[in-house]
């Protein structure tokens, strides 16, 4: 298999103001979390730019690009991102290690009524930890935690798009534990800091000249 890096627009699609709105409340409520935390702080935890990654996401759902709804994003933080694709209609479900972010994330969906799903444990599947230890320094995304995907009840390969956000040096090991574990045709967007968002497609050889069109 392979990954084909699909185009964005320059110009993505505007955030509604309602969306808007909840992101400003979510961050509200995520300053408020983070400020509790001074004296433990939470390691390896810096919140996406979320209007952009709607955007994204509004992107790839108005232009039916994932092949179904199913949508899971790996190290879910508070939950943001989980929200916004559940607000585009995509079955949604996060993943999370800290168990205090889970916890924040179940208490913004009851505050919002939003229907994502949030679950604890490490989004390296058992079956990947040896491509996460390969990494030297990011061996961390390897160590412990329980496997979430028997909690949900899908795999990897159930879920139509991904999403991470990767930390520097972290992007190959996403790239490559989605290419060894997602299905043909799923999508992984990932929001790279300063360089922004990508979109990529899982495509067999054979299909990567179609791919190219899309």
């Not at 040896?130 to 949900?152: C, F, K, S």
Request: contains cysteine; negative net charge; glycine residues 10%.
């Amino acid at each position: 298999m392979t990954l084909v890096r699909l185009n964005l627009p320059d110009a993505l699609p505007p955030v509604p103001p309602e969306v808007a709105a909840f992101i400003v409340a979510a961050q509200s409520r995520l300053d408020a979390f983070v400020e509790s935390r001074l004296d433990e702080p939470l390691p390896s935890f810096v919140p996406s730019d979320f209007s952009q990654v709607y955007s994204a996401l509004r992107h790839v759902a108005d232009g039916r690009l994932a092949g179904g709804p199913s949508f899971c994003e790996w190290g879910s933080g508070a939950g943001v991102v989980t929200f916004l694709a559940a607000m585009l209609g995509f079955d949604a479900r996060g993943i999370e290690f800290e168990p205090d972010l889970v916890a924040l994330s179940i208490r913004l969906a009851s505050e919002f009524q939003l229907k994502a799903r949030f679950y604890r444990g490490n989004f390296v599947p058992h079956r990947g930890q040896r491509i996460a230890e390969q990494v030297g320094e990011l061996a961390w995304l390897a160590v412990g935690g329980g496997d979430p995907y028997d909690e949900i009840g899908l795999e990897i390969d159930d879920f139509d798009l991904i999403f991470a956000y990767p930390w520097p040096g972290e992007e190959r090991v996403i790239e490559r534990l989605f290419d060894r574990f997602a299905s043909d045709g799923a999508l992984l967007l990932t929001y790279n800091g300063v360089e922004g968002v990508r979109l990529f497609r899982k495509r067999s050889p054979g299909r990567e000249n179609r791919s190219r069109d899309e």
